[in-house]
């Protein structure tokens, strides 16, 4: 913190830091609560900030749910998948658009969209058919390339305005010293890169650890989490609801805290 | 280095789909009943372990069945055997999806399942489609503190709307708070209110008499008790909640959606039949029936399932678990859960009353059932929400309504007057 800072102003940015911090973590404490605190509190009003009662009974009967392990594992198959796949193939398409000028660039970045402009309920009985045919039907390998397509526009959109940042006379500059493109793609500006990459992987982990309808449309047994509890959560006592939702926060705040480091770069806060 | 083992990270869960994890061989159990985490886990453990079939049961969306069915159809290629679904979700599958079980409907010919349930598992197709599950019906419950409210000389098993209303409004006067409830919420199930009770209770029709002047009447009276419905009622789905929280003493809601609360404190409620209008006390049973898909991969498997399933042990068992009710001839113990005690002496009472109105369910609409339903939920918000003419709405909708029933061609099902070809709205 700047050291000249007025104490008004102080006294404002530690008041935002606090509204901030309590907007993002009430609710997700609020829910812990819920999942926690017994099946009588669920329903206490007012709702007391301290757990009155601490059980893990909701936790561990959910826990213990059939084929929940299975649906938790299938999940992070799926989103694992959908971020190598999305960033592997979003930030070379995101590369071309960015350094090279091409005919129909603009038509292909229009067509990216594009895969996100019909609604997947439509496509659904096709999707489906195609993908019992292809043989992908019931696999979060299948869930993980349906994710990838709908991750794409975002990663290849990311990337490019993230390349497009990085200044082409360090790649230049990198040739002149010795390097082929691609050691220059590697060694200069793929360092720089890491931070928007870090930033496009969760947006496609997201993305896959949230979409509920092409998973359950294309799985039976092989459900993922989301696909497995949300559509059922909706119509289940409050304080399973609160146990699922939990379960289901955890894993996206432990993944956007594994990559906070190159995050934090991206906003231009240095101390990694 | 380190970029290697990320590679081979990388690699690694590329590969992991490929490991087969489930096994293969069981039956696979798709139903859009029994969906809540717990009623499921209630199935799986107490019902389908001891099965002497191995399955697998998972759950769906009703909107998603149809999808999944048609495509597996489409692609001969089959993951699905068994399919467990209201009457109304399985009709939609006759054509294409569901197999002929005409052989098993013989096998379990003595189980005593009722003659007009085994045909209106036919689907209109002349052959068996689907076997009758479970049933359940919709009934009522209220806190005992809602009871000294009770408006004098009522017998709750033999309430009127009038009744139900004067207490809604003793209850209002009194404690200040609007404390009856419905189902009205983007999931509840409240069109089912108007086509198996309201309307029934009060024209003794559902379609022909839809815009008659006795359903005028009964949206009248509606919309009177609605000044003491709990304002919230728009929001709810699952009756179980708002009663267990406290927000509501009085509510209406399909029995399974109330267990819950009467799981949770049995002591605290009593259940009774719902109301009765000028034409009698309309309720409307919900039937669940198995099916088998055409081409199933293990339709022998399916097959034994279902016979375990309709066996009476399994249907008591089923009725204690989930508070949805046999279809078999099957005498309920003496020694139920009191939670399923009180479910089913609403239940008992209701079919039993004298002026019982049976209301089935929407026969031969096929998809359009939810067009149907949007008819009487739309009369609904324009009549009692939005305060529209009560004779204008009905005029209006009349026309969607007709439109859907001549779309469909469905014929005239209980309590309306049978017809020829469509069921005309009067």
């Known amino acids: 913190m700047n050291p000249a800072m007025t104490p008004v102003r102080r006294l404002l940015f530690w008041t935002l830091v606090a ?17 926690f605190g017994g099946r009588a509190a669920v329903f206490q009003w007012p709702k007391s900030l301290l757990p009155a009662s601490l059980s893990f009974d909701h936790m561990a009967a959910f826990l213990a749910v059939e084929g929940v392990a299975n649906a938790f594992l299938n999940s992070v198959i799926a989103a694992a998948v959908t971020v190598v796949l999305s960033v592997a193939l979003g930030a070379p398409a995101g590369y071309a658009l960015a350094r090279y000028a091409f005919r129909g660039a603009d038509a292909f970045k229009l067509l ?7 609604p997947l309920a439509i496509l659904a009985l096709p999707l489906a058919v195609g993908f019992i045919r292809i043989g992908l039907y019931d696999s979060p390998f299948g869930v993980a390339l349906m994710h990838t397509v709908l991750a794409l526009p975002f990663a290849v959109l990311v990337t490019q305005s993230l390349f497009m940042g990085i200044p082409r006379e360090l790649e230049e500059a990198a040739w002149v010293f010795g390097c082929s493109p691609v050691q220059a793609f590697f060694r200069v500006v793929m360092p720089l890169a890491l931070p928007g990459l870090a930033a496009t992987a969760i947006f496609a982990f997201v993305i896959s650890w949230n979409e509920v309808f092409a998973a359950s449309v294309l799985t039976v047994r092989e459900r993922t989490l989301t696909a497995y509890l949300l559509a059922v959560l909706s119509e289940s006592p409050l304080h399973t609801r609160f146990a699922g939702g939990l379960l289901l926060i955890l894993p996206s705040v432990l993944f956007v805290f594994a990559v906070r480091k190159w995050l934090f770069t991206v906003w231009g806060i240095s101390g990694r | 280095m380190k970029r290697r083992s990320l590679l ?19 039956v696979v159990f798709l139903s859009t009943q029994l969906r809540p985490v717990e009623e499921a886990t209630r199935l799986r453990n107490a019902i389908l372990r001891p099965a002497p079939v191995q399955s697998t049961f998972v759950t769906e969306e009703p909107q998603n069945l149809t999808v999944r069915m048609r495509a597996e159809a489409q692609a001969g290629r089959r993951t699905v055997s068994l399919v467990g679904a209201l009457h109304g979700e399985l009709q939609p599958l006759a054509a294409d999806s569901l197999d002929a079980l005409d052989d098993v409907a013989a096998q379990l010919a003595d189980r005593g399942i009722p003659q007009n349930l085994l045909e209106l598992g036919k689907l209109g197709t002349g052959q068996q489609r689907y076997i009758p599950w479970m049933q359940a019906t919709y009934i009522m419950a209220a806190h005992r503190r809602a009871l000294e409210f009770l408006p004098a000389g009522a017998d709750i098993n033999a309430l009127s709307y009038d009744q139900l209303r004067a207490w809604a409004a003793a ?11 419905f189902p009205a919420g983007p ?31 009964g949206w009248a009276a509606l919309k009177a008790t609605w000044a003491h419905v709990a304002p919230a009622s ?12 406290g927000e509501v003493w009085i509510a209406f809601d399909h029995v399974a959606r109330l267990m819950d609360a009467l799981r949770a404190a049995p002591g605290d409620y009593v259940t009774f039949p719902a109301p009765a209008g000028p034409m009698g006390r309309g309720y409307m049973p919900v039937i669940a029936g198995l099916g088998i898909a055409r081409g199933a991969p293990n339709r022998a498997g399916a097959a034994q399932l279902i016979e375990y399933l309709s066996r009476p042990a399994t249907q008591l068992r089923l009725a204690a678990e989930t508070g949805f009710f046999p279809v078999v001839r099957a005498e309920l113990p003496a020694d139920l859960p009191p939670a399923v005690r009180l479910a089913a ?5 209701t079919q039993s009353a004298r002026d019982a109105k049976v209301s089935l369910l929407p026969v031969g609409l096929g998809d359009k059932g939810g067009e149907f339903n949007k008819v009487y939920m739309d009369s609904f918000q324009r009549i009692v929400l939005r305060n529209e003419n009560i004779r204008t709405v009905l005029d209006a909708e009349a026309a969607n309504l007709r439109a859907v029933m001549n ?17 005309p709205v009067a």
């Open chain 2, 407 to 423: 779309a469909t061609a469905a014929p005239c099902w209980s309590p309306d007057a049978a017809s020829d070809g469509a069921c």
């Open chain 1, 19 to 35: 509204v901030l911090l309590l907007w993002v973590l009430l609710p997700i404490w609020l829910v812990a609560m819920g999942a």
């Open chain 2, 234 to 245: 728009t929001t709810y789905n699952f009756m179980q909640e708002p009663l267990m929280a």
């Open chain 2, 345 to 349: 002496s609403a239940i008992g009472a």
């Open chain 2, 8 to 26: 081979a990270a990388g690699a690694g869960l590329l590969a992991a789909p490929g490991f087969a994890r489930a096994q293969s061989g069981d």
């Open chain 1, 112 to 118: 990216v969209l594009l895969t996100r402009a019909f």
């Open chain 2, 171 to 181: 209850i209002q006067q009194r404690t200040n708070q609007r404390r009856l409830g």
């Open chain 2, 187 to 217: 999931r509840g199930l409240m069109a089912r209110f108007f086509q198996g009770y309201l309307y029934p209770s009060y024209t003794g029709g559902v379609v022909r008499t839809f815009r008659s002047a006795e359903a005028e009447q």
